[in-house]
């Protein structure tokens, strides 16, 4: 897992990181519609939308097995919890047809609350729940860019 903000990208960050959050930066824009973008195939491409974050005992918890997120905050704040510890049994196994398996929870989940401009990776079998609310549910948009690692 890796923490950062897309406004202050170091230098450490693997540049097919860096090059994936600067296209984001240079093509979306407040007026950029939801939906699936491409930037190399299936291999390269983000998801643009905006959600109602929930309480954090309402959220599942997942994790991939292909894909790598980066998911950055636009608008809003939204609560993120990990865990370090490898993936428990999914109770949902989404793995081999859409890469996302789903549990309960995380084994010992911590908590980041991200806000806009802040990312946070995380590599395939990290487990992590997104969209947790921070206070009272509210409104975001985000990006989640998603890179085959496998």
């Not at 519609?33 to 930037?39: D, N, Q, R, S, V």
């Not at 195939?41 to 998801?47: K, T």
């Not at 939204?78 to 949902?92: C, I, K, V």
Request: contains cysteine.
């Amino acid at each position: 897992m890796i923490v950062g903000n897309i406004h202050h990208l170091q230098n450490w960050l693997p540049e097919e990181l860096r090059q994936a959050i600067e296209h984001v930066k240079a093509h979306v824009t407040d007026a950029t519609a939801t939906g699936k973008y491409e930037i190399d195939g299936s291999r390269l491409f983000y998801i643009l939308s905006e959600d109602m974050t929930e309480p954090f005992e309402k959220r599942r918890a997942e994790y991939h097995a292909r894909y790598l997120d980066i998911q950055i905050i636009l608008k809003g704040q939204e609560g993120m919890t990990f865990s370090t510890l490898p993936a428990g049994t999914p109770d949902t196994d989404w793995l081999a047809d859409k890469d996302i398996a789903f549990l309960a929870e995380g084994a010992q989940e911590k908590t980041v609350v991200l806000s806009e401009g802040d990312f946070v990776v995380f590599y395939p079998g990290e487990v992590h729940k997104p969209l947790c609310a921070v206070g009272a549910p509210a409104q975001g948009r985000k990006v989640v860019v998603k890179l085959l690692m496998a």
